[in-house]
């Protein structure tokens, strides 16, 4: 059974930094990238940025550029999404999802989120 | 493009078919290959429920399905019921390889 499961609910203050876990079960973790989205309270969703576990390439939203680390390690299933200098705007649910696509002898195209995490409760307050 | 559009809410009976239009131009390079839309229950996490435009996950009701035309998609929820109210989000990779999401239409079951 595929399974992703994100490390829990975090209380931080204003300038702190934070780093979210993110782990893939019951599939071949190197196989599939895997993408974290974004959503404020009461709010849409919004991507963040994806990454290779095979090779560790990632590309990230404009949006988010600068501002997040999106890291994995392999060895461990793991993948990870840092924030830094961590403000109020940033409270929101964190998800990591697993992204699946068209697979080809060469490779394969990710193309969407099929198995998505718990979410990771994010609060920055003073 | 900074998210797809979609309306912001819509509602039905139970028994009704209702449908959520997505448009946007930059939906990867405009063959929605990699189109997909999403459910969200009110403090769950969102669950993909078509991907390729109509092709249903294992386990997914096929009371779900998917359309498009010109750069608009469309999920349809045929005969509506009380489970269906939810948030439903449509998402794309796009032409330039990032990925998006519209901005969620709000189901209401009356």
């Known amino acids: 059974e595929v399974r992703v499961v994100q490390s829990g609910a975090e209380v931080k203050k204003p300038g702190n930094s934070l780093k979210i876990s993110c782990k893939g079960s019951?599939?071949?973790?190197?196989?599939?990238?895997i993408g974290w989205v974004r959503q404020r309270p009461g709010k849409g969703l919004e991507w963040m940025g994806v990454i290779n576990p095979a090779d560790s390439h990632t590309t990230y939203s404009p949006s988010f550029q600068g501002l997040v680390t999106i890291s994995v390690d392999a060895s461990f299933n793991t993948a990870y999404l840092q924030l830094s200098s961590l403000k109020a705007a940033d409270t929101a649910i964190y998800y990591c999802?697993?992204?699946?696509?068209?697979?080809?002898?060469?490779?394969?195209?990710?193309?969407?989120?099929?198995?998505w995490g718990q979410g990771t409760h994010v609060t920055v307050s003073s | 493009q900074s998210a797809l559009t979609q309306p912001a809410s819509v509602s039905g009976s139970p028994g009704q078919a209702i449908t959520i239009s997505c448009t946007g131009t930059?939906?990867?390079?405009?063959?929605?290959?990699?189109f997909s839309w999403f459910q969200q229950h009110p403090g769950k996490a969102p669950k993909l429920l078509l991907y390729d435009v109509d092709n249903r996950p294992s386990g997914v009701s096929n009371r779900f399905s998917g359309s498009k035309s010109g750069n608009t998609a469309s999920l349809t929820i045929s005969g509506l019921q009380a489970e269906d109210e939810a948030d439903y989000y449509c998402?794309?990779?796009?032409?330039?390889?990032?990925?998006?999401f519209g901005i969620g239409t709000k189901v209401t079951v009356l």
């Open positions: 998402g794309s990779k796009t032409t330039d390889n990032t990925y998006i």
């Open positions: 019951g599939y071949t973790f190197t196989n599939y990238w």
């Open positions: 930059s939906i990867d390079g405009g063959d929605f290959k990699c």
């Open positions: 999802a697993r992204l699946d696509g068209f697979h080809y002898a060469s490779g394969y195209q990710p193309c969407y989120f099929d198995y």
